[in-house]
């Protein structure tokens, strides 16, 4: 009895390979048929790819990199008059002999040049008063630079408080404050931002970053947190 059942499975095994290949058969059978059905389609993503990948790479070689070559051309010339004094000429934006800082953050926009070029034509637009226009400018700026950010933001704080907009002013000090992990540049917009609080009369804002300083900046203070957190108290 027990050959008998050693055979009996013996052929129930052969009868699953012989269906297990069957299946193998047909399923490689439903391939060709989906692979010839669709070999267009297939072929034209493929392709698609293929290009994609080629096209990403033909641009970086041979529109960003002369793009950055001539923005980067444009920007010396823009700073080269600005060490000169000449800011007018620096902030240029009125013909294409002289693009200047703007011209240069118009036209190369998508390159770090052009954004550090929105950059410094917002502090010249500052400079002239024209806090709105320094404002947007400033906005255009980006960078992985964590200080450059915090500048970006305290900069744009100064525009905000050029029109009036303390309150808007005081989130972007509170912004600039936290953008970098350098201390003396945390250290610089905690202490401003403390101080436009204290001005606003918003005390217990104005405590609160004064008594950060007195906790973690006091090599760069000399003590002056102690007063203001005083000031807190009565002004």
């Avoid at 290009?51 to 990403?56: A, H, N, P, R, Y």
Wanted: charged letters at 30%; glycine letters at 8%.
């Amino acid at each position: 009895m027990a050959k008998l059942g050693k055979s009996a499975q013996h052929e129930q095994e052969g009868k699953e390979t012989v269906e297990f290949f069957k299946d193998l058969d047909r399923e490689a059978l439903n391939t060709e048929r989906f692979v010839e059905k669709y070999s267009k389609p297939l072929g034209l993503i493929f392709g698609a790819l293929i290009l994609g990948v080629l096209g990403f790479f033909a641009y970086k070689q041979f529109v960003i990199a002369p793009k950055n070559t001539e923005a980067v051309k444009s920007f010396l010339a823009a700073q080269k008059n600005l060490t000169e004094g000449k800011d007018k000429d620096a902030l240029g934006g009125k013909s294409a002999a002289n693009p200047g800082f703007i011209g240069t953050a118009n036209e190369y926009s998508s390159t770090e040049i052009g954004k550090l070029s929105a950059y410094n034509a917002g502090l010249l637009k500052f400079k002239e008063g024209k806090f709105q226009e320094a404002y947007d400018l400033l906005d255009k700026f980006s960078s992985k630079n964590k200080t450059l950010m915090a500048m970006k933001y305290g900069a744009m704080a100064d525009a905000k408080s050029g029109l009036n907009k303390n309150d808007e002013a005081l989130s972007l000090l509170d912004q600039a404050a936290s953008a970098s992990d350098d201390p003396y540049t945390t250290y610089y917009f905690t202490r401003k931002a403390g101080i436009l609080a204290l001005g606003l009369k918003k005390n217990a804002e104005a405590k609160k970053y004064f008594s950060a300083i007195d906790e973690k900046y006091q090599d760069y203070d000399n003590g002056m947190s102690d007063s203001y957190i005083e000031m807190t108290k009565y002004y």
